[in-house]
């Protein structure tokens, strides 16, 4: 069996360069379980399924704790942020983390960037949308339907005073090669590390590449922000932990044994790569993968949902409405610092 990975591109050196060469959108598979189960309209793309999710709603787990909420955390003075704009992918929109808000791009009504604006007063502009990489910031993103939604950035305004950045693990299909091929590798040898085997030390290379040019990418886009919106207060949020750093749990996260550790040191070197990034660009960084640890999915307190998409609790491997809390609460004591 042989994986492949999508191409690298050359580095890019300015945020037009991103505009060309790659695809936005989440899985269509993924997606059309999605419909089914919630008669919601999502994004596309060509990359493979990350999973195949139940169409049947399932009731959220008593386990997962509910946090009080970012009112009770720190919190800048009242009108230091009037306007605020989210980019992001799903992450940050938290398909059916809530009521979805926006139908083309799954978004939820009370993702982290609704309860931020809520708590600052500030008017949002959110256009997060899942599926999206950071082409979909200089470019359209196409959505299921066959329209397309704007790109993120024309969003900024000269007076924008708060902008939050979570992007790049949709580039180069690099949370889909995680969730998607290294899930559907994993029937091939439940107790090896057939996706590990499988992209070979080249390819195992590649992908950390590709990573490490998220990171150069992220650094553009936020130079894109200040150029559109000198005065505002840009803040990059990470991603959270999705596979534990120890154990397995296949039920919820169905990678063969030996893959998960491959796939945990991946999602890290993201979470990195992004840390590095903000800091080479003098913005906050809300370490989101720090803050998780714990919270992986297969822990007793997950903060990100299993390979099981439902109408009432999330996404499959995206973020529970317990996430969105604790990001919004961290955004907030970032602000206030």
Partial sequence: MTLALPRRTRRPRTLTALSSGLSSGLPAALLTGVLAAAALTGCSSDEDAAAEPDASPVAPSSSIPRSDGPSDLATPEAGRYPTYVAIGDSFTAAPLAGPTGDQQCLRSAQNYPAQVAEALGAELTDVSCTGADTAALVGSQRVLGGGAVPPQLEALQPDTSLVTIGIGGNDFGIYSTLTGTCVKAATQDRDGAPCRTALGRGGVAELERNIRTVGDRLEAVVEGVRQRAPEAEVVVVGY??????????????????????????????????????????????????????????????????????????????????????????????????
């Fill in 240 to 337: 959270p932990e999705i596979v534990p750093a120890d154990g397995t749990c296949p039920d919820l996260l169905p990678l063969a044994a030996g893959d998960y550790p491959f796939a945990a040191r991946m999602a890290r070197l993201l979470a990195q790569v992004q840390e590095r990034a903000a800091a080479a660009v003098d913005v906050p960084y809300v370490d989101l993968y720090a803050a998780s640890d714990g919270h992986d999915v297969c822990s007793d307190d997950p903060w990100v949902n299993g390979r099981v998409t439902s109408a009432a609790t999330a996404l499959a491997y995206h973020p529970l409405k317990v996430e969105q809390e604790a990001v919004a609460g961290l955004v907030l004591e970032k602000l206030a610092d």
